[in-house]
DNA sequence: TCTGGGGTCCTAGGACCC
DNA sequence: TCTGGGGTCCTAGGACCC
């Protein structure tokens, strides 16, 4: 039986769903943000792409290039709610469903498509189903495989539906830049045309061992992507997480040691409570420090046990922190545990709340040991701890991923 | 007025062991 | 007097995605 995938994808998603409950901004270019002052855009609409706006530039140059623009504040909870509520539409038509980001879904539909009047006739009947129930537009990519499902919906981009069919793939694929496909983006273009490769045809009929010469196990990957083959499988079953962190660009670069072991503070309390919500634990904890001028880096420790407690992730946190000199003031902090281990047993997932209040007295009680009277004020900013105020495409709809605490 | 936040996977290089 | 060699594990950083 031919395997047949389709690609879902909402067409400016956190954009539509606004413009779909303010009437006032349909038909007007918006962009999507955060909270925050330095904040970026996370979406914008189709009037606003014709400006020349794109995701991750700052409100200042996109008020520049359209400076009609209206921003809107994500809300989380309306994206997540959407996407919920979508994925009951994809489940009409085959239980093999991978979520695969909140504004786009895989579905197998090979042993069900006959049922429905064939592929064409599902991707029609969600993307009616979509506008009728939420009001906003989806493309829908048709095709024997992940990789070319997701390249026929960003060709029909906006509103539309294409099907690739095993035969017609040479055709696409022939002259199409290789930075077109899912998985190939800059670096990888740039090394690709350091070698005359600049199409998918020539990357699909490149020399074997050129490729794996240049790129490793990953030439291999290549060239059939190329040739618009790819084996991975979709991804029905929500795996279990490798990693959960947070991170936060402060309002100001800041130099204050204090200020600094603050927001790992507050990054602890948020790492350990969506890690005990969701029962996993971590045995490795990792510290990221961005500086003005963007430079990054990340530095790890493993711990003996493992922990979701955030007194404990603090310390180890806090523990890299006196290891390292640092050179300029802090743009940006990150706290993220690794080395997961399902929690099942973990009572304080049943009790959250106190689990919470504990660990963040513990915390400060170690913080008073340590700096004496300053931390008051800490307490406070403790209670405000709460998800950041960008909008991440990257969160799921429900498990760990979703990083909405309330839900 | 500069440049978000959530992830996963891969790799280079060093430590360590036999 | 002149630096074995293979394996594994770990860390830090980079590439890529939404």
Known sequence: MKTIILCIDMDAFFASVEQQANPKLRGKPVAVIGSGGRTVVTTRSYEARKFGVKTGMNIYEAKKLCPHIIFVVGDSEKYTHTCRELSKVYSRFTPDIEVYSIDEAFLDVTTTHHLFGGAEAIGLSIKEEV????????????????LMAKLASDIAKPDGLRWFKEEDIPSVLKDLPVKELWGIG????RRLAGLGIKT???LGSAPAGLLRNRFGIVGETLKLMGQGICHRPLIVKEEDPKSI????????DISNRKQIEAQILKLSAMVGR?????GFAGKKVTLTIRYPDFETFTKQTTLSEHTNITREIYNCALGILNSIRLRDKVRLVGVSIS???RDDNDQMALFDHRAKEKSILNAVDSINDKHGEFTVTWASYLEQAKPPGVISPAWRPSGVRNVNIKN
Do not use: D, W
């Not at 969506?274 to 969701?278: E, L, N, P, T």
């Open 186 to 189: 800059p670096s990888i273009e």
């Open 131 to 146: 506008k009728k129930q939420f009001g906003i537009n989806c493309t829908v990519g048709i095709a024997p495989n992940i």
């Open 200 to 202: 998918c045809g020539e």
């Open 339 to 341: 080395q997961l281990k």
């Open 245 to 252: 962190g947070h991170s936060m660009t402060l309002p100001q």
């Open 274 to 278: 969506r890690a005990r919500k969701y």
